[in-house]
């Protein structure tokens, strides 16, 4: 998604095909590049998308709402790691996911617009700034599980 918009492409719903392909082709990137595929910290994502589309990222800690609405406000793409299951989605299969990211496309008096791919009823999905800060996590390879006590955000440009 990310990268769609940063590179212009305006379609609504990308084809099932080109994602299943991309999917595949970042599997093989991680897999060369990290030595694995599975639950990426913010950091390794981050060097995934420069290292994969060539864009630029950078990451915040401890980010705010001002944060957020800045690099908006600059056409950056914001991509927050959260505890899935804390958001209260529920188009989520239960209990939901445990480490999930989501992109920030936008946002209104009331809260965030989001884009998630982990439902089919992802696209411009509300949550309010706190909700998706209280659940903010990223990933610790240390524990194999989520670290809750780290808020990060990863900016995407061009």
Same mark, same amino acid.
Do not use: C
């Given at each position: 998604?990310?990268?769609?918009?940063l590179?212009?492409?305006?379609q609504?719903v990308?084809?099932a095909a080109?994602?299943?392909?991309e999917?595949?082709?970042l599997?093989?990137?991680?897999d060369?590049?990290l030595?694995?595929?599975?639950?990426?910290?913010?950091?390794?994502?981050?060097?995934?998308?420069?290292?994969?589309y060539?864009?630029k990222?950078?990451?915040?800690n401890?980010y705010?709402?001002?944060d957020?609405?800045d690099?908006?406000?600059?056409?950056h #793409?914001?991509i927050?790691p959260v505890? +899935?299951? @804390? /958001?209260? %989605?529920?188009?989520y299969? !239960?209990? $939901?996911?445990?480490y999930?990211?989501? #992109?920030?496309?936008?946002y209104?008096? +009331?809260g @965030? /617009?989001? %884009?998630?791919?982990?439902t !089919?009823? $992802?696209?411009?999905y509300?949550?309010a700034?706190k909700?998706l800060h209280?659940a +903010?996590?990223?990933?610790?390879?240390?524990?194999?599980?989520?670290?809750q006590?780290?808020?990060?955000?990863?900016?995407v440009?061009?």
């Open positions: 998604m990310a990268n769609a918009y590179t212009g492409d305006r609504a990308i084809p080109r994602v299943e392909k999917i595949s082709d599997t093989v990137w991680q060369k590049n030595g694995y595929h599975l639950d990426s910290t913010a950091e390794e994502t981050a060097r995934m998308i420069e290292g994969f060539g864009l990222t950078e990451i915040f401890d705010t709402l001002s957020i609405k690099q908006l406000n600059l056409q #793409v914001v927050l505890n +899935g299951r @804390l /958001i209260g %989605n529920p188009n299969k !239960r209990p $939901g996911p445990i999930h990211m989501l #992109v920030i496309r936008g209104t008096a +009331g @965030l /617009i989001t %884009n998630d791919s982990g !089919r009823r $992802g696209q411009n509300p949550y700034f909700t209280s +903010g996590a990223d990933w610790d390879h240390k524990t194999g599980a989520i670290d006590t780290k808020k990060t955000m990863i900016v440009s061009k």
